[in-house]
């Protein structure tokens, strides 16, 4: 393809008003969710070059994958960001029985949540640095996604980031990351499920006396979100092929919570990633696999039940809608769904431990589990699991599943005794509208 024959790059609709406007990639960017309260979806996927898959480094397929989403005129500005941002590795760890891990647990927050966080903290902080002016980033989480985003917006010009996490829903190792003193950044420990922080957030954001604050989301609504978490799957894809020329396209299996990564999964898939098959592996937070199964209406969403995967205790996945507004219930490869109880998770933990001398943490083991439920129901072949997690955030769940052993971090023990910042807050509106009022930032 000659580089006049550059297609346009896709602009954002709304997934809830068919036809109505369509914005900029930039502006779905800042906006985070469409003014109708929907999310953002691009207009059409793009097809990956075929010399993409000649990439030597993740560098290189991130920007393979990304610039087909950008305009000419911001696509080198916006993937240097982007490859900046992506510093650390992300390996593809193989096990015993033709598994492997995506170890995407390296980056400073120790989950895969830094991918999209840092390369979307950046783009944010080039488009106020064209456009001047202030933002406040409301991020409601179940546990990674806060301080991975307070880590990577903290110190960016402009920005100001407050958090919301349920109060109790999070291991003290999370908690001691989402609270530490950070410029610019307070969290609120909410009275609540994560469900709870996440209706807060999506009220904010659309309550018009609050709209002078400049209010933006990044949770994986945003799809500044979405589209660097592509580039793990294409990067998880070329590894597995360097590695065995001859190797069937693989199962990957996603730990699935908000469904913000398998949606970045399938959009890898249609733009032509060698993907075979994917597993969406759930804790008891079962509704998608239901769903898969037929046994659950779209939408019809239950509450959420606490687990030993916390990041993943959804009952209602945000990016369902961005998922069904895609692909409706044509998906570009086929999906099975998994749901996988504490025990069995424990299990799992122990189990790899015992198999592959591997420590994992409690979400990667649910992936892991899934593994073997779709395997005993004769679905051969590769696989792929993203580790999404570094097991030292869960030393409780990993206590539990092989007593005596400790997992640790430096950069988590370095963090025991730093100064922190939390505001308690109950779960209702009119209280976040006041502490958001009152907030003592810059
Ligand atoms: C957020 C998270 C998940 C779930 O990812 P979604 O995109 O919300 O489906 C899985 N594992 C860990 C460790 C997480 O932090």
């Not at 097809?47 to 990304?66: C, I, K, M």
Request: hydrophobic share 45%; glycine share 10%.
């Amino acid at each position: 393809m000659g580089l006049n024959a550059r297609p346009a790059p896709p602009r954002y609709r709304s997934t809830r008003a068919e036809g109505a406007a369509e914005v900029s990639f930039a502006e779905a960017l800042e906006r985070g969710l469409a003014p109708d309260g929907g999310l953002y979806v691009p207009t059409s996927i793009p097809r990956l070059d075929a010399a993409w898959t000649e990439a030597a480094t993740f560098g290189d397929v991130v920007e393979a994958v990304l610039r087909p989403y950008l305009a000419e005129e911001e696509a080198d500005e916006l993937v240097g960001l982007a490859r900046d941002a992506l510093d650390f590795p992300v390996p593809l760890r193989g096990l015993a029985r033709d598994r492997a891990l995506l170890e995407l647990f390296h980056g400073p927050t120790l989950a895969f949540k830094d991918v999209a966080a840092r390369v979307m903290a950046r783009w944010w902080g080039a488009s106020l640095r064209r456009r001047g002016g202030r933002a406040l980033v409301l991020v409601a989480t179940s546990g990674d996604t806060g301080s991975a985003v307070a880590d990577a917006f903290a110190g960016i010009a402009g920005l100001s980031v407050a958090i919301l996490y349920p109060a109790g829903g999070v291991s003290p190792a999370q908690e001691a990351q989402l609270t530490v003193r950070r410029p610019n950044t307070v969290a609120f420990a909410v009275a609540g499920s994560f469900d709870d922080c996440q209706r807060l957030a999506k009220g904010a954001m659309v309550d018009p006396e609050l709209a002078h604050l400049g209010l933006t989301s990044a949770n994986s609504i945003n799809v500044g979100r979405l589209l660097p978490q592509v580039c793990s799957f294409a990067w998880a894809t070329l590894q597995h092929g360097r590695r065995d020329p001859s190797a069937a396209p693989p199962t990957v299996v996603v730990p699935s919570g908000n469904l913000g990564h398998l949606t970045a999964g399938l959009v890898a898939a249609a733009m032509g990633v060698g993907i075979g098959a994917f597993v969406a592996a759930h804790n008891a937070n079962d509704y998608f696999p239901r769903y898969l199964a037929g046994d659950a209406p779209a939408f019809a969403f239950p509450g959420t039940v606490a687990t030993h995967a916390n990041a993943m205790d959804v009952g209602a996945p945000s990016n369902f809608e961005r998922l069904h507004a895609l692909f409706g219930d044509g998906f570009p490869v086929p999906i099975r769904g998994v749901g996988v109880d504490d025990a069995a998770i424990l299990r799992r933990m122990a189990a790899v431990s015992e198999e592959d001398d591997v420590l994992v943490d409690p979400h990667t083991a649910v992936g892991l589990e899934a593994v073997e439920r779709v395997r005993a129901e004769g679905e051969g072949g590769p696989a792929i699991v993203f580790a999404t997690a570094h097991p030292a955030k869960f030393p409780e769940v990993v206590a539990q599943a092989l007593p005596g052993v400790r997992a640790t971090h430096p950069r988590l023990e370095g963090l025991q005794g730093a100064p922190r910042r939390v505001v308690p807050l109950p779960a209702s509106d009119a209280a976040l509208r006041e502490a958001l009022r009152d907030l003592p930032l810059g």
